[in-house]
């Protein structure tokens, strides 16, 4: 559900689209958002390693007198995020709880996209290959599933936090 709606957002909110809703592109259009803060990260954090970024349009962002990269729907990350927040949403636990846990994770898995987003476009000016010949989906999705994998171990963990059955001994058995 939280996959394909997303999907739906992002055709509704499209201009060009068949089915344009201009209410879900002025206000509910939270991939647009996803997509700004992804290239805003990514333009602070090489920042941090002397390198200048602009924003030519809402999806490229390129180096000064450099290469760029493309940020298109397929680099959001929206599949591992709907992954993530449907795991905890169908387990037990206080809405709080909840809450706490989808947008911590949510969080982890932004900081890996936006670490990914920021080494391709390092890497592709500075001409570095990716291990093994896996492009970088392919990568992202091992490190976010690797990491969803984690946090799932340690939200079960914590789940799982149940007294422990305690043995009673009977006068004659003692």
Not at 2 to 8: D, K, P, S
Not at 37 to 60: E, I, M, N, R, W
Not at 157 to 166: A, M, N, Q, T
Request: proline share 2%; glycine share 10%; aromatic share 18%.
């Amino acid at each position: 559900m939280l996959y394909f709606g997303t999907l739906a957002v992002e055709g509704m909110a499209a201009p060009e689209g068949k089915y344009y809703s201009s209410f879900i592109d002025k206000y509910l259009d939270y991939v647009s958002w996803l997509r700004s803060s992804l290239t805003h990260a990514t333009k602070l954090f090489v920042s941090a390693f002397g390198y200048q970024a602009d924003l030519l349009s809402p999806t490229l962002l390129q180096v000064r007198g450099g290469r760029g990269v493309h940020v298109g729907y397929s680099c959001l990350g929206y599949g591992v995020l709907s992954f993530w927040i449907a795991f905890v949403f169908a387990n037990r636990g206080s809405w709080k709880r909840k809450a706490a846990w989808i947008f911590g994770g949510a969080f982890v898995l932004w900081i890996i996209n936006v670490l990914r987003i920021s080494l391709v476009l390092l890497g592709a000016n500075r001409n570095w290959e990716f291990p093994l010949g896996w492009d970088h989906h392919t990568w992202f999705n091992i490190v976010a599933y690797g990491a969803i994998f984690a946090m799932i171990w340690v939200y079960d963990k914590k789940s799982l936090s149940f007294p422990k059955k305690r043995t009673v001994l009977r006068e004659n058995e003692a």
